[in-house]
């Protein structure tokens, strides 16, 4: 069974702070996607990452796949309030949307 | 980008009663969707894995005589919760995959059941 392991679980800081939440796991992944959740809604893409040692940016988010694409981190440069959410991982076991393992979820609390 | 929607986006009924929550794919055919259930401040926890054309996936400690899942077409997954019961209540939400290689899930906007 694949499992992913999300650090940190909860996270509040200041307006302006930077942060990185990681994302691990024992397996190997084809795929790695991370996603957005507010409450009350479905959770919203934010980057897939395919290649071993990727790295996308997305404005002030920084996404990295490991090279070995067992894990994954999301940085965020100078937190807004509106970045507060629920952060989820969610790995690929395949190419074709099957087999999806979620992380635990990191709970992002930005302050103004 | 690929859109999925999700109706109702809430709903409240009696206990003993059905309740019938539909998932469509609006620019893309999936051939698999995923119905999820969420509690507050967690993840999300599969529930099961609809194809199209065939019957649905449960995962481990799931009913699927109370958790009845359709997949008539590519774009319609349908999940009905069966003589709900207050502890049913929750929030509900599918994704679908598109058939093309490394396609992400797209989530609708989720169900929130209340059972009184």
């Known amino acids: 069974t694949q499992l992913l392991e999300q650090s940190p679980q909860f996270l509040s800081i200041q307006e302006g702070e930077n942060l990185t939440v990681y994302c691990n796991s024992s397996s190997v992944f084809s795929s790695l996607q991370w996603y957005r959740q507010e409450p009350g809604e479905g959770p919203v893409l934010l980057v897939t990452?395919?290649?071993?040692?990727e790295v996308k940016k997305l404005k002030r988010l920084t996404f990295q796949f490991g090279d070995a694409r067992k894990d994954s981190s999301l940085h965020i440069t100078a937190a807004q309030p509106g970045d507060t959410g629920l952060y989820l991982c969610?790995?690929?076991?395949?190419?074709?949307?099957?087999?999806?393992?979620f992380g635990p979820g990191t709970r992002l609390s930005v302050l103004p | 980008g690929a859109v999925v929607s999700q109706h109702p986006s809430r709903v409240i009924c009696k206990s003993g009663t059905s309740v019938k929550i539909e998932c469509r794919s609006l620019d893309f055919q999936a051939t698999t969707m995923f119905w999820y259930r969420q509690f507050p401040k967690q993840s999300l926890m599969l529930m099961a894995t609809s194809n199209e054309g065939s019957k649905a996936t449960y995962e481990q400690g799931v009913e699927k005589d109370k958790f009845l899942i359709n997949h008539a077409s590519l774009t319609l997954s349908t999940l009905t919760v069966t003589s709900a019961h207050p502890e049913d209540s929750s929030f509900y939400i599918c994704?679908?995959?598109?058939?093309?290689?490394?396609?992400?899930?797209?989530f609708g906007n989720g169900t929130r059941l209340t059972v009184t």
């Open positions: 990452v395919v290649t071993g040692g």
């Open positions: 994704s679908a995959a598109s058939i093309t290689g490394y396609s992400p899930l797209h």
């Open positions: 969610a790995g690929a076991g395949d190419n074709y949307g099957q087999n999806f393992v």
